[in-house]
């Protein structure tokens, strides 16, 4: 089926105009061909003096597309390149994605590629790659197989020793961290929680004592439930990060303390409207505890080189010196910067 001929396919005179090394069906519109899939731009084929270089023969590769995740603009140079200038789009929705396609007049064969038939897919698209042929992947928005259909197909393909290649560009996983102001925290995103209530709530409890900032994706008839749990369950004094509708017209980016969220939400019935993504900044950690004996190291410290001050602490509090010596690095470290 995949090698019919569609109705963007160049006529059989324009055909001849087309470098001998790509097929004349994978174009419909002009794209520089240098860029369909360069890393960069030292892949162009031209020698350094100015002749040609025998072309290479074409090996399939499975690119993966990052969509607008509302504004549809937010789509790259690249990611509309590789789209035209690929054999054929695996869409999660051919619908969703011959809007876009649409929009910047690019005319592609579409597949569906779903959570139901990816498993299936995996012999088809390696069988085109076999062939030469370049695929792109894409989902509804976003980058594909972030919580989106696409893993299973990129790591069979990667398995079976296929190139794939990503083409980064939106994705409300960092279109929210972008905004959330999470600094030197760890992050850990979580996806969607569970629907149902009593998986939910286990999964937040086994969650909220990981220390890292937790991202969760929720959908509009969810956000309340999951808001009112983590309040329960996580430390009330957590920041919490509401991220609605990004890159669309009613973009929203809430902060509170997570145990002010239930009412926050309840406070105008269209905050609960839309797309989410929620950021649950780490615990803040407690201060540290000074030992017993660092208030002896850091009168020693101020009358004697670190050496000797380590050497007589340890002795006079029965310290180990693997502890009390990085302390003392650090009290030093924070005395000079003083001074
Ligand atoms: N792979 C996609 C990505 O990289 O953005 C995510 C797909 S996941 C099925 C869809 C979820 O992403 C939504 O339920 C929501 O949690 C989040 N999301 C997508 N678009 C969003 C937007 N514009 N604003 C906020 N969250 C969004």
Known sequence: MHKS??????????????????????RSISVPQAQVGSRNEGEA????????EPTPARTGELYVVATPIGNMEDVTLRALSVLAGADVILAEDTRVTSKLLDRHRVARKLLTLNEHNESQMLASVLERMAHGERIALVSDAGTPAISDPGARL????????????PIPGPSALAAALSVA????????FCGFLPSK?????????????IPAALVFFEAPHRVQETIDDLAQIAEGTRRLVIARELTKMHESVHECAVSDAPDWLAGDPNRLRGEFVLVLHAAATEARKPADWEPVLAALLEELPLAQAVKLACKATGAPRNEVYPRALELSRAAQDHD
């Open 154 to 165: 990129v790591s069979g393909v990667r398995a079976a020793g296929g190139r794939v290649t």
């Open 181 to 188: 102001g999470v600094g030197e925290e760890p992050v850990m």
């Open 45 to 52: 084929s031209e020698s350094g003096e100015g002749e040609l």
């Open 5 to 26: 001929r569609n109705k963007n396919q160049p006529r059989a005179g324009a055909r001849d105009a087309l470098p001998a090394h790509r097929p004349a069906h994978v």
């Open 197 to 209: 209530k009593e998986a939910r709530r286990s999964r937040i409890g086994e969650l909220h004592t």
